[in-house]
């Protein structure tokens, strides 16, 4: 994935144009509003759906596994930008605990062992009270179905790029236990491209 992110950064450079999605701005307003400050953002890319968080006023983390990505993003939004470069394989990246977790159309690119740790890793890092917000591909999308069958859901594009699409009973076994209380359906387009159906996926952290 990382070598497909690079060659497709560098020569697309900001390839889903600089406005943040629907959901991101959404999100930033909800985390403002109820008080959140320190905000973590796995998958930051070159930092679109970054830019309302930093204009909400709230502290932002991000983690990045393209270094092109990360340039792009210091020009979009400034040097002193903190993301941490690896993989989100790799987390936690510090000993830190957020407020919040907005990762926005990374989940669906993982395997299944990476997304159980992803989600898990996520959680973790949550403050009692605090929210993570996921946003995926669903079956409803035109790609699904499309390409190398890889397993249930799971399909590889024509440029090698593995999605697996989330139904609601995905979402139930794999963040149910992680305090699911939203899983709603969104389009998301941008950059001249047509509307993709996302699911928004929102859970709680509760005080054990």
């Not at 990045?64 to 400034?78: F, K, N, P, V």
């Not at 997304?115 to 996520?122: A, H, P, T």
Request: net charge negative.
């Amino acid at each position: 994935m990382n070598e497909f992110w690079e060659d497709a950064f560098q020569e697309k450079k900001r390839m889903w144009g600089d406005e943040p999605t629907t959901v991101a701005i959404e999100t930033a307003e909800t985390f403002q509003r109820i008080g959140f400050r320190k905000i973590l953002l796995p998958g930051f890319g070159y930092g679109r759906n970054a830019r309302p968080f930093y204009e909400k006023g709230l502290e932002v983390t991000g983690i990045e596994i393209s270094r092109t990505a990360i340039q792009l993003a210091q020009e979009l939004l400034g040097s002193e930008i903190h993301i941490f470069h690896g993989s989100v394989d790799d987390m936690p990246f510090d000993q830190d605990v957020y407020d919040g977790v907005f990762c926005h159309a990374l989940i669906h690119l993982l395997d299944a062992d990476q997304r159980e740790k992803l989600i898990r890793d996520c959680y973790c890092q949550l403050r009692d009270g605090g929210m993570m917000v996921f946003t995926s591909i669903t079956k409803d999308a035109s790609t699904y179905g499309v390409g190398e069958k890889l397993g249930t859901d799971c399909y590889r594009t024509k440029d090698g790029v593995d999605l697996y699409f989330y139904d609601e009973d995905s979402i139930q076994e794999e963040f149910g236990q992680f305090g699911l209380v939203e899983a709603t359906k969104i389009d998301e387009g941008g950059n001249g491209r047509p509307a993709t159906k996302f699911w928004k996926i929102v859970c709680n952290k509760t005080p054990t």
